[in-house]
């Protein structure tokens, strides 16, 4: 493109790192991102996102939040999307403070979590081992009539599982067929793994029943 003189603009850009951040490939798109800079093209919240998103899925959170600063440095307003691939960060990198602090400010700017946001932050609760603090975003979400998906329910599972509650993923198991959401493997391993780990003999008996 540079050889024919056409330079690239910032959708050029953003559609390159988005190729990145699918690709699983954060250290090529951080060296887009340099370019864009080099060549003094407009950052816009399509950048930004799509650029954490690729440090989120190549789990190098510390550097998703280094992009998040530097993005809050050119006043570019975060969206939804933002704050969900940040989310999603801190939970790969089991910081589950670092996630709730991500929600306050995105309330803070008027913005609805959706359910990709609270799934994030409920997993990110589970991977840090706070079952209390999942079941207390779940009621949030409930709150706001955001409709779980299947990884809500196996991330709120697995979290019972982890803080050694059979009943309570048992509840949450009855919640999930109540709604029609269509249990997976994950969700039934989930299952099984807390009945088994809480050793209640009652437990085990429904869950073998699946």
Do not use: W
């Amino acid at each position: 493109m540079k050889h024919q003189r056409v330079q690239p603009d910032v959708i050029t850009y953003n559609s390159l790192i988005s190729a990145c951040e699918k690709g699983k490939n954060p250290e090529q798109a951080l060296q887009i991102f340099a370019s864009m800079e080099h060549q003094r093209v407009q950052l816009d919240v399509i950048t930004f996102s799509s650029l954490i998103s690729a440090c989120e899925k190549g789990k190098n959170p510390e550097r998703a939040m280094e992009i998040f600063g530097s993005m809050e440095h050119e006043r570019v307003q975060p969206d939804v999307i933002t704050y969900s691939s940040l989310i999603s960060a801190c939970k790969k990198g089991k910081n589950p403070e670092r996630a709730l602090e991500i929600l306050a400010s995105m309330e803070h700017q008027h913005l609805q979590p959706d359910v990709i946001t609270y799934s994030s932050l409920i997993s990110a609760c589970e991977k840090g081992k706070n079952p209390e603090r999942a079941m207390e975003i779940f009621a949030s979400m409930e709150h706001e009539r955001v409709q779980p998906d299947v990884i809500t329910y196996n991330s709120l599972i697995s979290a019972c599982e982890k803080g050694k509650n059979p009943e309570q993923a048992l509840k949450i198991f009855a919640s999930m067929e109540h709604q029609r959401v269509q249990p997976d493997v994950i969700t039934y391993n989930s299952l099984i793994s807390a009945c088994e780990k809480a050793k209640n003999p009652e437990s085990i008996s429904v869950c073998s029943q699946m």
